[in-house]
Nanobody, 122 residues
Framework: QVQLVESGGGLVQAGGSLRLSCTAS????????MGWFRQAPGKEREFVAA????????YYADPLKGRSTISRDNAKNTVILQLNSLESEDTAVYYC???????????????WGQGTQVTVSS
């Protein structure tokens, strides 16, 4: 089992930045693809970004491409999502997740965190 805990969410003005962290316990993250997802009020959860187990490959969804950076530190069992130039449409609960499958397989994730709220005021 892998337990994931997100942090770093909060209230930010449009144009601002946030750094979301995901820390794991239970097992090392080094053998998992790690992803971030988000769910806005009244909408389905959507994929944001993913990073390969070694950190050499990344994959971003269009809404935050160019405004976000995903990274990982396997020694610290941590994954980071840097969010920049935030817009009100980015308001959502952001979730960290771990997958045993391919980087591009955004439908199959095995472990999920509880989420962290990001609110962007206009």
């Amino acid at each position: 089992q892998v337990q994931l805990v997100e942090s770093g969410g909060g209230l930010v003005q449009a144009g601002g930045s946030l750094r979301l962290s995901c820390t794991a316990s239970g097992r090392t993250l080094s053998s998992y693809v790690m992803g971030w997802f988000r769910q806005a009020p009244g909408k389905e959860r959507e994929f944001v970004a993913a990073i390969s187990w070694g950190g050499y490959r990344t994959y971003y969804a269009d809404p935050l491409k160019g405004r976000s950076t995903i990274s990982r530190d396997n020694a610290k069992n941590t994954v980071i999502l840097q969010l920049n130039s935030l817009e009100s449409e980015d308001t959502a609960v952001y979730y960290c997740a771990a997958s045993k499958y391919d980087l591009g397989d955004v439908e199959r994730y095995d472990y999920w965190g509880q989420g962290t709220q990001v609110t962007v005021s206009s």
